[in-house]
């Protein structure tokens, strides 16, 4: 597995306001194979969570930064797929602005994309079961050559964390939620994939690659 980004801390925080920003992916986190049922069908999944710090405004013309002056953070979950139909190689082509060849479908090195500038269209969405507005991260495209040259300082260090390569040290960065999510992976139980649920229907899915320019 590679490396991914997700954190789904709980508790008051302020919500990315909607619209595109400007966004420095700076932090990867892998969750490892993660057990998922769809539509009655178990899968065994390899998830990465990708974090972007955003520069931009509100609706209000407010800089997009919390209490404590830090810019605003926005994460995505995906599933480590370059398959037809996967939400990560669609994410991806839009954020390079092309599609990726034969060759580069073979494989993709996720951790390239840490340090990578992009604008991201940031939508709301209200949960019909908790009545929630959460921000979700609807696409992603390239930074306009006009922005190229007004990219701000990172703020935040950058983070790569791996199951395969444990570090209790970033773990322990981790809200309860995102640690509970990491060790629920079958690499962390201990388990091989003939001991977890069967996966099925993922014969074109792929690892990223390490050619794509950023």
Same mark, same amino acid.
């Given at each position: 597995?590679?490396?991914?980004?997700?954190?789904?801390?709980?508790?008051?925080?302020?919500?990315?306001?909607?619209?595109?920003?400007?966004?420095?992916?700076?932090?990867? +986190?892998?969750?490892?194979?993660?057990?998922?049922?769809?539509?009655?069908?178990?899968?065994?999944?390899?998830?990465?969570?990708?974090?972007?710090?955003?520069?931009?405004?509100?609706?209000?013309?407010?800089?997009?930064?919390?209490?404590?002056?830090?810019?605003?953070?926005?994460?995505?979950?995906?599933?480590?797929?370059?398959?037809?139909?996967?939400?990560?190689?669609?994410?991806?082509?839009?954020?390079?602005?092309?599609?990726?060849?034969?060759?580069?479908?073979?494989?993709?090195?996720?951790?390239?994309? +840490?340090?990578?500038?992009?604008?991201?269209?940031?939508?709301?969405?209200?949960?019909?079961?908790?009545? *929630?507005?959460?921000?979700?991260?609807?696409?992603?495209?390239?930074?306009?050559?006009?922005?190229?040259?007004?990219?701000?300082?990172?703020?935040?260090?950058?983070?790569?964390?791996?199951?395969? *390569?444990?570090?209790?040290?970033?773990?322990?960065?981790?809200?309860?939620?995102?640690?509970?999510?990491?060790?629920?992976? +079958?690499?962390?139980?201990?388990?091989?994939?003939?001991?977890?649920?069967?996966?099925?229907?993922?014969?074109?899915?792929?690892?990223?690659?390490?050619?794509?320019?950023?």
């Amino acid at each position: 597995m590679s490396f991914i980004a997700k954190d789904s801390g709980g508790g008051d925080f302020k919500k990315v306001a909607p619209g595109v920003h400007m966004g420095r992916c700076f932090k990867l +986190i892998d969750l490892g194979t993660q057990e998922e049922t769809y539509e009655g069908e178990a899968k065994l999944l390899p998830k990465v969570c990708v974090y972007w710090e955003l520069t931009g405004e509100d609706e209000e013309g407010a800089p997009l930064i919390d209490s404590n002056g830090d810019p605003l953070v926005i994460w995505q979950e995906y599933t480590m797929s370059l398959g037809k139909k996967a939400k990560l190689r669609a994410a991806l082509e839009s954020w390079r602005g092309k599609a990726f060849t034969d060759e580069e479908l073979k494989g993709f090195d996720v951790s390239k994309l +840490i340090g990578a500038f992009c604008m991201v269209n940031v939508t709301h969405k209200t949960s019909q079961t908790s009545g *929630k507005t959460y921000a979700n991260v609807s696409s992603l495209t390239p930074l306009p050559a006009a922005l190229r040259n007004a990219k701000p300082a990172p703020h935040f260090p950058n983070v790569l964390f791996s199951v395969e *390569k444990f570090d209790q040290a970033i773990f322990d960065t981790f809200h309860e939620k995102l640690q509970e999510r990491v060790m629920a992976s +079958i690499e962390m139980r201990g388990l091989s994939k003939q001991d977890a649920a069967p996966s099925r229907g993922h014969a074109d899915e792929s690892v990223p690659d390490d050619d794509i320019p950023f």
